[in-house]
């Protein structure tokens, strides 16, 4: 049997109302009776009750996070932010992985819900099915929620992210200085709030420098790797309008597009540009070097936590005013882009004449 209060005031020589100030971490406990109980509480092994005193004090000090793929090193870098951030406040992190599942997310979040966390931090699933209309329930009878990188259209809650439209603004700027034209943007799904966003900022960019935007160019994918490439193989493939860059509106989809184009027997950047946003999972694999958009994935993950437990502090109440932070991204300027439209118009056009095997 595990050692009680009682027995640990006993092996310690203090009263168990000072164990209890100890344990729960109530001031006025002086420092030599503090030290007698700690170790008390190591000889003994004791495991403090936890169920028993969130039930006493209305508080488990946990925290939940939902996220749609962990193996992702974006979400990766954001877990170990949000994980950090918690830790300081002294919250423990929850993390469950939904696999870009619209049911499981469901079914996770009804756990944690369950779990009495006392607010959840959520990426959400990529899958279309129901409307973003049915996430409406979770900012009602419930903990707090905040949405990271992926804000549900439509849902008034705190959300961190970065600012999509400017970074992929930023991403076509950079290959509109080197003198392309014709530049292809291929999507993850749409119906994220996110990839609209950098597919705005794709068009503004056009726009900014009186380029037609040509619908041909704008491939819309998702997060399926054969849809990627069959979009790759036929934008690359047409006899007119063919891209000399191609700009990865995520790194899923960068990662497969990436790799259809080296498998056509393309090359980066003597054939086309190529500019992805977020770090692509093999990138040091890749020679050369992959221009990106970086995200600061550990601050987003950091400052969810921040506005989850300003939330939680204010009672969760939907008076607060929605927090929307959007954070700027960076780009990583690698060889991938190194050359120039001139230069590959000049003489360095090696295009397939038919798909690879």
């Known amino acids: 049997m595990p050692p009680t ?4 005031a006993k092996y310690a020589g203090v009263s168990s109302g000072t164990v209890s100030n100890v344990i729960n971490e109530a001031p006025g406990v002086s420092e030599r009776a503090r030290k007698k109980v700690l170790a008390a509480i190591e000889a003994l092994n004791y495991q403090p009750n936890l169920i028993a005193r969130s039930l006493r ?5 946990t925290l939940g996070m939902v996220v749609p793929d962990i193996t992702i090193p ?4 954001v877990i170990r932010g949000a994980e950090s951030a918690a830790r300081k406040a002294g919250f423990f992190l ?16 009804a756990l944690l819900r369950a779990q009495r966390v006392e607010g959840i931090l959520l990426v959400a699933a990529g899958e279309v099915g129901e409307t973003w209309a049915s996430y409406g329930s979770l900012t009602t009878g419930g903990p707090p929620l905040v949405c990271l990188d992926r804000l549900p259209e439509g849902l008034e809650v705190d959300s961190v992210c970065v600012d999509d439209a400017q970074a992929a603004e930023m991403a076509v700027s950079h290959l509109l200085e080197k003198g392309h034209s ?3 943007v291929i999507t993850g799904p749409l119906h994220l709030q996110n990839e609209q966003e950098r ?3 794709y068009r503004r960019a056009l726009q900014k420098s009186g380029i037609s935007i040509r619908d041909v160019l704008i491939w819309k994918g998702s997060f399926d790797e054969e849809e ?6 036929r934008g690359l493939l047409r006899p007119t309008n063919r891209p000399t860059a191609v700009f990865a509106t995520n790194g899923v989809t960068g990662l497969a597009a990436l790799r259809t184009i080296y498998g056509m027997g393309l090359a980066t950047p003597d054939d086309l540009a190529f500019i992805t946003f977020d770090e692509l999972n093999s990138e040091p694999l890749f020679r050369p070097g992959i221009t990106s958009i970086i995200q600061p994935a550990y601050e987003i993950g950091a400052r969810a936590v921040e506005a989850l437990l300003k939330r939680i502090e204010y009672g969760g109440k939907l008076e607060k005013p929605v927090e929307r932070v959007r954070l700027p991204a960076r780009l990583y300027v690698r060889e991938s882009t190194s050359g120039t439209a001139a230069s590959y118009i000049k003489g360095k056009e090696k295009r397939p004449q038919k798909k690879s095997s």
Do not use: W
Not at 5 to 8: G, R, V
Not at 74 to 77: L, R, V
Not at 94 to 109: F, H, K, P, Q, Y
């Open 57 to 61: 004090t209305n508080r488990t000090n």
């Open 5 to 8: 209060q009682k027995e640990l």
């Open 74 to 77: 974006f979400f990766t870098k």
């Open 228 to 233: 990627v490439v069959n979009l790759c193989q």
């Open 199 to 201: 597919l705005r900022g």
């Open 182 to 184: 014709q530049i292809a």
């Open 94 to 109: 929850i993390v469950l992985d939904s696999e870009n599942s619209r049911a499981r997310e469901t079914g996770i979040l």
